[in-house]
């Protein structure tokens, strides 16, 4: 089964510095084992995961010690400040997009992986899949005519667009790994809250936010209002 990487998005955006600014920047594989765990509610290994910080791995080596409590007490507050409510994970990959036009017009995407598609990150000695509930309703997305024109005029010669997806994950299986070449994944489920397709310019294609996501985030800024 193939994987799903994410990192020629993330190098793409760094030749285009002030495009890139406006743009939520990905949840890297740290993050995603925090969230995990925290949803899992099983406890880190918080010196372990400081022996993979960049600090750390950069520290002179009579300030390894010193680095790595520091790094461990950062480990224990960002865990402890871990909303787990919406702990949203933002990933960024690219696919093949195509447009059928006509009076049913469709925007084809195609992850080119096969099914079930998931998106893998490795910290720590671990390795960490994320799926995306029903994102295979993505390979057809319906458009109105106005709009298959738009997007079909500015797609590449190659077809090749960035997707950025905002996932809420709510379930985990901690107990039982999903293996993929020999490689044990520990999943976690998620609700698709945003999705945006830029092309290589980073215009804006398409979009859509799922309308629990755009409740739910009224009534987190209402709560923190009345706070």
């Known amino acids: ?18 495009a890139a600014q406006l743009l939520e920047e990905a949840t890297n594989s740290r993050e995603v084992a925090m969230i995990f765990h925290k949803i899992s509610n099983i406890k880190p290994d918080y010196g ?23 790094e461990t007490l950062k480990m224990q507050l960002a865990y402890a400040n871990l909303n787990v409510d919406y702990p949203k994970i933002v990933v960024r990959t690219s696919v093949k997009a195509n447009v059928k036009q006509g009076r049913n017009a469709v925007l084809e995407l195609d992850f080119e992986a096969p099914d079930p598609i998931y998106f893998p990150y490795h910290f720590a000695e671990r390795d960490y899949a994320v799926i995306a509930e029903n994102i295979d309703v993505l390979k057809n997305i319906p458009l109105g005519v106005l709009e298959a024109s738009y997007i079909r005029n500015k797609l590449p010669l190659d077809k090749k667009v ?26 976690m489920l998620s609700k698709i809250a945003t999705l945006e397709i830029y092309n290589r310019d980073l215009e804006s294609l398409w979009s859509w936010k799922a309308s629990w996501y ?12 009345l706070q």
């Open 162 to 187: 960035y997707l950025v997806m905002t996932a809420i994950p709510y379930k985990t299986d901690a107990k039982n790994p999903f293996v993929v070449e020999d490689t044990p994944f520990w999943l």
């Open 48 to 70: 372990l995961w400081a022996s993979y910080t960049q600090e750390y791995g950069t520290a002179l080596a009579e300030s390894k010690e010193e680095v790595l409590e520091e």
């Open 214 to 225: 755009t409740k739910a985030m009224m009534s987190t800024e209402n709560n923190t209002r």
């Open 1 to 18: 089964m193939k994987r799903i990487f994410l990192a020629l998005f993330v190098l793409a955006l760094s030749s285009l510095p002030a």
